[in-house]
């Protein structure tokens, strides 16, 4: 019976071991950046990725920002995964079709009682800040700035000389700057509020150039109806719906797929959201 008990002990110890070899997960290539729902997701593909976001210029990024571009892939990535899934066509752009499919329902139209009710709830926050209506003329050398001014102090037309001289994409329009905020002058503010309505300044240095300001109006901080900021409530409430609606399309996915990614595998240092693995790495 001893024996035969040994006997049955080391053939179950040899099954064991057998069994944990057949269920020990294969080495991951050195090529795979990541794997979804069992699917291995090579290096190749993210490359292709960066490409289409920064072009030739992804060796420049650092880690931080390598990882965000890494998780936007795998978000599309599962996004894709999902739609498949769900038999919803991802046509020919892929990924773009894919989400789009995912997000369809976050196109229904906004009911006009949901706007009303955000513009009650928002309505300080719409408001208009104090504005400042200006023309403006960019030059490169002082030089150009003080022969500028004494030509408009001479009655030459602020515009005529901003079509003709100035270096900001104005120019074609005279350099009308249109309505401003303060908050959207902090380098000009002190300066242009000093002008009055009709008031030219002073040749103003910047890092990028010498600026001269025309004062045209002032336009007081203000409420603005419902009538006015309609379209505006209503993209709002659009991007927040398809905002909701993707992060639960993603939490969805996460949830349906584990994702993992094969940080040792990367050229950079991996910050991310998404879960390491522990695997060792082939080596690249």
Not at 98 to 120: F, G, H, K, S, T
Not at 254 to 271: C, G, S
Request: proline content about 6%; overall charge negative; some cysteine.
């Amino acid at each position: 019976m001893r024996s035969g008990s040994r006997g049955l002990c080391r053939w179950v110890g040899a099954f064991l071991v057998l069994l944990a070899a057949c269920h020990r997960e294969a080495p991951i290539s050195a090529d795979v950046v990541a794997r979804i729902g069992g699917r291995q997701v090579p290096y190749a593909r993210f490359e292709e990725f960066l490409k289409k976001q920064v072009g030739e210029g992804a060796g420049a990024l650092d880690s931080r920002v390598l990882s965000r571009l890494l998780d936007q892939f795998l978000d599309a990535e599962l996004l894709t995964r999902l739609a498949a899934d769900a038999k919803r066509p991802a046509g020919a752009d892929g990924q773009r079709g894919a989400l789009d499919a995912l997000l369809a329902e976050a196109e229904v139209p906004v009911e006009p009682v949901e706007a009303e009710q955000y513009y009650r709830t928002h309505e300080s926050e719409l408001a208009l800040p104090e504005r400042l209506h200006l023309h403006h003329i960019l030059v490169a050398a002082e030089a150009d700035a003080r022969r500028i001014a004494q030509r408009l102090a001479a009655g030459e037309d602020f515009a005529a000389l901003a079509r003709e001289l100035s270096l900001d994409p104005s120019a074609p329009a005279g350099g009308d700057q249109g309505e401003i905020a303060l908050d959207d002058l902090p380098a000009f503010a002190q300066a242009v509020t000093r002008l009055s309505p009709g008031e030219v300044s002073e040749p103003i240095r910047a890092s990028d150039g010498w600026h001269l300001f025309r004062l045209d109006d002032r336009l007081p901080a203000r409420r603005r109806t419902f009538a006015e900021v309609a379209p505006e409530i209503t993209d709002r409430l659009r991007r927040q719906r398809g905002d909701a609606l993707l992060a639960q399309r993603l939490a969805e996915a996460a949830d349906k797929y584990n994702v993992v990614v094969y940080a040792q595998n990367l050229p950079f240092d991996y910050r991310g959201d998404h879960p390491r693995a522990d695997e060792h790495p082939v080596g690249r």
